[in-house]
């Protein structure tokens, strides 16, 4: 029996291309053509910097949680440079500095533009497919828009910005002691820049943008609140009225409790918003009416400050400092050139001299053992201007 098969070309209908310019080189948004499944999915070409972009989300709320569980993924792949990894498998490894970095300068803008009350998990994924180190979103020097790799290297200058076509977002910045016209100045060509790309963007938005789905509402009824407020708010008051976190910390247990037993439908996870709104409130109300802070402080007083040096005996260098309640014990280990960390990414730099690692165990905070994540990465990226650049030692 003779079977016959039948074949056809997929011509990917719905594919199309959007171009504009920015910074004098193409930026061009490709979509229909790729991860159908994805619930929104680009290719962004920017010179020959590619980068694919996919978001997907829940259809179903997460149960348990008073946040909004959004996952941003920046992925450096060495391919897109050309490079393979220097591991022993020679595979890639988990994200490094640079990346978890990126996903934060990513996440912190986007998540306000989310509805508050929204529960269901949303995972934005910016993979790096191919790299043009004269295309990356930085402005250096003279105010230059999305600088090349050369001028990057000279730049007294890096600044990163995030905005809407209203108002500024967010700002992240490196500098080597610029005048603050040369900030504000780059801070304003930038947002005039965005504004051009918000105007893109909604071009395809209007063309081929999707309604906006229906997500069941996560959140405290706020009758409920309001009710809690009225009855407890000068418990609160009371309890917050000191500067001793733990003593804090052990008068609103019994509040909550009363609350819990007077309102017994309220989960867990509702007694830590009720806590949350009301000790925000309160903070709110002291600072704006009164002028004080939780701990009694004015608004122009710092807290207690003490540092001392000399704490380990057999170290190269050790100090603590203080503030209130926050502690940070540092230590320093200098070393030879052999000492130096070999970069694995997707930066022109091949080894670092200068190697901040920042962590932030559980017991500071009062706190059971939990995985500590990316939230210690990248916290001393912006102290390595502070070391020489022919310095003989590395640390």
């Known amino acids: 029996m003779a079977i016959e098969f039948g074949s056809r070309k997929e011509t990917f209908e719905n594919f199309k291309v959007y171009e504009t310019m920015l910074a004098g080189r193409p930026f061009k948004v490709e979509m229909g053509k790729m991860c159908g499944l994805s619930n929104a999915s680009a290719m962004i070409r920017y010179g ?5 972009c996919n978001v997907v989300m829940s259809p179903k709320p997460r149960e348990g949680v008073d946040f909004f569980p959004l996952n941003v993924e920046y992925e450096e792949k060495l391919y897109a440079a050309g490079r393979i990894p220097g591991s022993f498998m020679r595979r890639e490894g988990r994200p490094g500095e640079r990346a978890v970095l990126t996903s934060r300068v990513v996440d912190r803008p986007m998540r306000p533009l989310f509805p508050k009350e929204m529960r269901n998990d949303v995972c934005i994924t910016m993979t790096v497919m191919s790299l043009d180190p004269d295309c990356s979103p930085e402005i250096a020097g003279m105010i230059v828009l999305n600088p090349t790799q050369e001028q990057r290297r000279r730049s007294d200058l890096a600044l990163t910005v995030a905005a809407t076509m209203d108002k500024i977002v967010m700002i992240e910045a490196g500098a080597n002691e610029v005048d603050e016209d040369t900030m504000l100045n780059a801070i304003k060509a930038a947002h005039e820049e965005i504004k051009k790309i918000i105007g893109f963007i909604n071009t395809i938005v209007a063309e081929r943008g999707k309604p906006k789905i229906d997500f069941q509402v996560v959140g405290l009824d706020m009758d409920l609140f309001h ?13 917050m009225d000191t500067d001793d976190k733990n003593v804090r ?18 989960s867990a996870a509702d007694l830590d918003l009720v806590s949350y709104k009301m000790q925000k409130f309160v903070v709110r109300r002291w600072l704006l009416d009164e002028g004080k802070r939780v701990d009694g402080r004015g608004i122009n007083e710092i807290r207690p400050l003490a540092a001392e040096v000399g704490i380990l005996p057999r170290v190269h260098g050790s100090g603590m400092f203080t503030r209130g309640q926050t502690q940070v014990l540092t230590t320093c280990t200098l070393g030879g050139t052999k000492d130096n960390q070999l970069m694995d990414d997707l930066t022109d730099e091949q080894t670092k001299r200068y190697i901040h690692h920042y962590n932030f165990p559980p017991y500071s905070v009062g706190d059971r053992p939990w995985r500590s994540g990316r939230a210690c990465s990248g916290a001393g990226a912006a102290l390595s201007g502070g070391v020489p650049l022919h310095h003989p030692l590395r640390v």
Do not use: N
């Open 249 to 266: 910390d052990a008068a609103l247990l019994p509040i909550l409790d009363k609350i819990a037993a007077q309102y017994p439908d309220l």
């Open 48 to 52: 020959e910097t590619v980068v694919m």
């Open 227 to 239: 009710a809690i407020k009225a009855e407890y708010l000068d418990d609160f008051k009371a309890a």
